[in-house]
Each structure stands twice: as structure tokens, then as C-alpha cells.
């Protein structure tokens, strides 16, 4: 390293962020130690002062690191902090700054009291953000922020949030193309106006009952779950979508047509059946399809599937490729009358895999037959894989279905495997 040129040295001191390697990279010699205004990064791990035996406090640790660097560009802090703390770091670095990440850690009421500085609020120094991401997020009141016009990406994992603060939080960012909020309670509901938003992933827990609505027409990827009321409107770009709920009930879905949608899951312990033949009825395009929905019904009693006709269900999605069904809409496939439309000459023209979740034995003779009916139609099938989840009987009946579907894999067994 001796005969090596000072800039090819800053340059290979440059890549190293972990706070702690800079900090011993200081100790080799003065000259290493006069690299340290060329570092772009700065890591400061979860355990990075547990032994921590000096007079200065972390945050004035980590505040004469990012003094002595000329132009910091990323700043990720997973060890604690506090609200002055994080202000004095960001006074020095916000306008060079453009990815930050920070654990809060500040999730309970009481942790929230104690700061004199709203950490939430010093965030706003950094004005030239392009990336945000925050862990452990108590935000029950609005922050002060201005407009973060250059922030692209905005991640918030493990919040509580008021709906009024998420709002704020929202119109601050005008120019989002990539949102998350991950494992996120307290939200009622959720108004989204992104005009160049193309990744959106959203996890509410609770009582499932949030609403949501959307518009941002150049969306390409959705995720939402924790929500029964949904409206997403302008998605012509719309390629990906995942809807789910595992708490609440899935009332209205509102999309409309989906001519861009190429991967669509449905997920859930109860839907209105509106909901799920609207979403069918919208992605007739689709080429994979999910759907793991236990019950129908539009109010508290849960109900089956009513039957859907196998050849409607298939001419309507004429360019399916990859089927992923579970019980309920397999049995819905299985009605007596489900094949009694078949027509000479019909196929299923690009079925390349179905997977099918079997849970019970109840009209086996019907579910068999649609279980030959996509080999018979299904010209490309490369792939079926039946699942045997939780048979619910104790009866014979199981056995012999099961038998019946082992018999169905030896005899197809190039194509047919079962889990």
C-alpha cells in the first residue's frame, strides 16, 4: 500500500463503510487516516457501541466521524440514536446526502415524550434525499417536513401511523416511484396520488378492515394487504398485482379493466363474490394467476364458491399460463355441470403449469374429472402438481380419493406429480 498513488488509496478507502473498519482504518497511519474525508458511505451497525467505554456519547461518536468526511452521500444507523443527535449529523450532511436509513426505535408513546428533538422532523435537513428508508416508526402526528422533490424511494418497516400523518407524509414526496410500508397498524384509511409511482407494497395489520384507493397511472406493481374496501383507477401500466387480507374480509374491488396485467393473486380467509368474478372478469389477460381464497359471502356467514363454468372460465383467460389454485376454486371447477359446455375443438391454448391445493374428498368423482379435463385440453401442459393439504375426513372416502389421484400420477406421471 506504501507505493501505491494517494487518490488510487482514497479511492480503495472510499468503499469501506462499516464505521467500525473506518474507525481502525484511522489507527494504520496518517495517511489512511487522511482518507477518511473521501468515504461515501457510513454503516453504523445494531451492536456498534454495546461496548462502548469512552467519555463522548455515541451520538457525538458518530457526529466527529461525519464531521471530518467533505461529502457523504449515504448514512444507514441501526445502533440508537436520539432526536438532537441525529439533527447535528444531518445539519453537517443534508445537503450532500442521498440515501438514509435509520432504526427509530421510538415506537412507543412514552420514548416519543422523552425527545426533546422529533426525530421525524430532523429528517427534513436532508432535502436532497432519493432514498428513505425508516425502521420502527411511531408517527401519530404529522412531521414537519418540506418537499423531499428528489426522494424516488421511500421504505417504512414496523409503524404506527395515523392516517392524517401518512397523508403529510405522502404529499411531501411528490415524485415517489417506489413505495413500501411494511407491517404498518393503526391505519384507517389510505388515499394514494402518485403521478409517477411504478412499485407500491403495502402491509396493514389489524381488524383488516382499512380502505384504499390509488391514483397513479403509471403503477406497474401492487401490493395490498390489510384491506377491504379497494379502489385503483388509471392502470394501464398495471403488470403485477397482489390483493390479500388474512384478517378481515375483502368487500369491494374496484380496477377495471386490466389490459397490462400479466400476474394476478387473490388471498384471503373470506371475499365478496362480486369482488372476486370483478377482478376475474378484469384480468382476462392475465398469464398467472393465483388464487387462495377460502370463502365467499357478503356477510358473516361464509359460503362456498358458487360453480363456474370450466370452458367460460378458460375462454375468457385465453393467455393463462400458470394456474395456482386452492380448494375453494378448485371445488367451484368441479361442479357437475362445470363440462357439460365443452365443445368439439375447444383447448386451453397456453396452460403450461396448474398447481392445485386438494383439501377435501367430497365429489371425487367430479374433481377427478376436471383433473383429466386440463390434461385432455390443456395442449401445453408441461406441469401439474397436486397438493393433498389437511384432507378434512376420517371417512374411507379420503382414502380412496387419494388412491384415485395416485393412480391419475402413475398414468400421467410425466406430467403429474403430487406434494
Not at 420502527?136 to 423531499?148: D, H, I, K
Request: net charge neutral; proline share 3%; glycine share 4%.
Amino acid at each position: 500500500m506504501d507505493s501505491i498513488p494517494d487518490a488510487i488509496v482514497q479511492y480503495i478507502l472510499s468503499h469501506i463503510n462499516n464505521a467500525r473498519d473506518v474507525a481502525v482504518c484511522n489507527c494504520v497511519s496518517k495517511r489512511w487516516k487522511d482518507s477518511l474525508p473521501y468515504i461515501r458511505s457510513l454503516y453504523f451497525p445494531r451492536n456498534s457501541f454495546d461496548n462502548h467505554s469512552g467519555r463522548d456519547s455515541p451520538d457525538e461518536v458518530v457526529w466527529r466521524m461525519v464531521s471530518r468526511i467533505s461529502r457523504l452521500e449515504e448514512l444507514v444507523v441501526y445502533s440508537p440514536f436520539s432526536g438532537a443527535g441525529l439533527a447535528s449529523w444531518l445539519s453537517l450532511t443534508g445537503s450532500s446526502l442521498l440515501h438514509l436509513e435509520l432504526r427509530m426505535d421510538n415506537l412507543t408513546e412514552q420514548q416519543a415524550c422523552n425527545e426533546s428533538t422529533s426525530k421525524l422532523d430532523c429528517i427534513s435537513a436532508a432535502n436532497n434525499l432519493q432514498s428513505l428508508k425508516l425502521w420502527g416508526v411511531l408517527m401519530t402526528r404529522s412531521p414537519q417536513w418540506e418537499a423531499f422533490k428528489e426522494l424516488r424511494n421511500l421504505e417504512i418497516v414496523g409503524a404506527r401511523l395515523e392516517d392524517s400523518a401518512l397523508s403529510t407524509v405522502l404529499h411531501a414526496c411528490p415524485n415517489l416511484t417506489n413505495l413500501l410500508l411494511l407491517g404498518c397498524e393503526g391505519v384507517r384509511s389510505v388515499s394514494i396520488d402518485l403521478p409517477h409511482l411504478e412499485n407500491c407494497k403495502l402491509d396493514f395489520y389489524g381488524l383488516g378492515n382499512c380502505s384504499f384507493s390509488m391514483k397513479s397511472p403509471k403503477i406497474q406493481v401492487l401490493e395490498v394487504q390489510g384491506c377491504s374496501w379497494i379502489r385503483v383507477r388509471e392502470t394501464n401500466c398495471l403488470r403485477c398485482l397482489s390483493i390479500s387480507n388474512n384478517a378481515g374480509r375483502v368487500y369491494m374491488v374496484d380496477c377495471g379493466k386490466l389490459m397490462a396485467l400479466e400476474f394476478l393473486s387473490i388471498r384471503g380467509v373470506q371475499w365478496c363474490w362480486d369482488a372476486i368474478s370483478n377482478m376475474l372478469q378484469w384480468a382476462s389477460e392475465v398469464k398467472h394467476l393465483y388464487m387462495k381464497v377460502e370463502f365467499t359471502g357478503d356477510f358473516e356467514a361464509l359460503q362456498p364458491f358458487p360453480e363456474i363454468d370450466f370452458v367460460d372460465f378458460f375462454n375468457s383467460h385465453p393467455k393463462l399460463q400458470k394456474f395456482d389454485i386452492h380448494g375453494a376454486m378448485f371445488a367451484a371447477l368441479c361442479q357437475k355441470n362445470s363440462l357439460k359446455n365443452v365443445e368439439t375443438g375447444f383447448t386451453i391454448p397456453c396452460l403450461e403449469e396448474v398447481i392445485i391445493t386438494v383439501r377435501s374428498p367430497l365429489n371425487a368423482e367430479q374433481k377427478m374429472s376436471t383433473l383429466e379435463s386440463f390434461l385432455n385440453y390443456g395442449k401445453n401442459l408441461k406441469a401439474m402438481v397436486i397438493k393433498i393439504l389437511q384432507m378434512k375426513s376420517s371417512h374411507s372416502s379420503a382414502d380412496d380419493f387419494f388412491d384415485e389421484i395416485c393412480r391419475f400420477r402413475y398414468m400421467n406421471r410425466k406430467i403429474v406429480r403430487i406434494e
